[in-house]
């Protein structure tokens, strides 16, 4: 017998642990991206998630000024995160509609009550139909959307404290 053939074995390992090791230290980026960027916003109409708020209107959305589209849940522990970044983005001027996905109204105006409100409106979608038509892969995701009501950039995940000098330049140049 060879004496090569003994040292298959550990050739066979050092090669899975060199694939597992490149993986980890590279791995993929699996980020599932809108492929509604450049087109409009869905022409879906939505109620008010709560009373008082005015709901999801894809006409407002083309009224001649840029905002934020924010897709948020109660349920949500990175939406609750990202409420003091949103809160900074109204204070800054930002106009924010969101997008209560799979939500009851009590449990929205409790977690109003609780984060905070940086919402000028907020559309019910219990059965995620806005948010399937976005490309949405899940909450929290915010979507700027140009004075046209195009879609012009999709941030995936919350926003965090650095991503909001980025996402306020982003709705400015949407003018």
């Not at 699996?30 to 409009?40: E, H, L, Y």
């Not at 897709?71 to 106009?95: D, H």
């Not at 109003?112 to 909450?139: E, K, M, T």
Request: glycine share 8%; with cysteine.
């Amino acid at each position: 017998m060879k004496r090569w053939v003994v040292w298959l074995p550990l050739l066979g390992a050092a090669l899975l642990f060199a694939v597992v090791g490149y993986a980890l230290w590279k791995p993929q980026d699996r980020t599932v991206r809108s492929a509604m960027i450049g087109k409009p916003m869905p022409a879906i109409t939505l109620p008010a998630a709560i009373p008082g708020k005015l709901g999801y209107e894809p006409a407002r959305l083309a009224s001649g000024s840029p905002r934020l589209v924010n897709v948020f849940a109660s349920w949500c522990v990175p939406c609750a995160a990202e409420s003091p970044q949103l809160m900074a983005l109204k204070q800054a001027g930002i106009t924010i509609d969101g997008l209560a996905i799979r939500d009851k109204p009590a449990d929205v105006a409790d977690f109003l009550a609780r984060y905070g409100d940086p919402y000028a409106s907020i559309g019910d979608d219990r059965n995620a139909r806005v948010q399937l038509s976005l490309g949405s892969s899940g909450v929290p995701e915010s979507f700027v959307v140009d004075g046209k009501g195009r879609i012009v950039l999709q941030h995936v995940g919350d926003i965090r404290a650095d991503d909001v000098p980025a996402i306020i330049a982003a709705v400015r140049d949407a003018q």
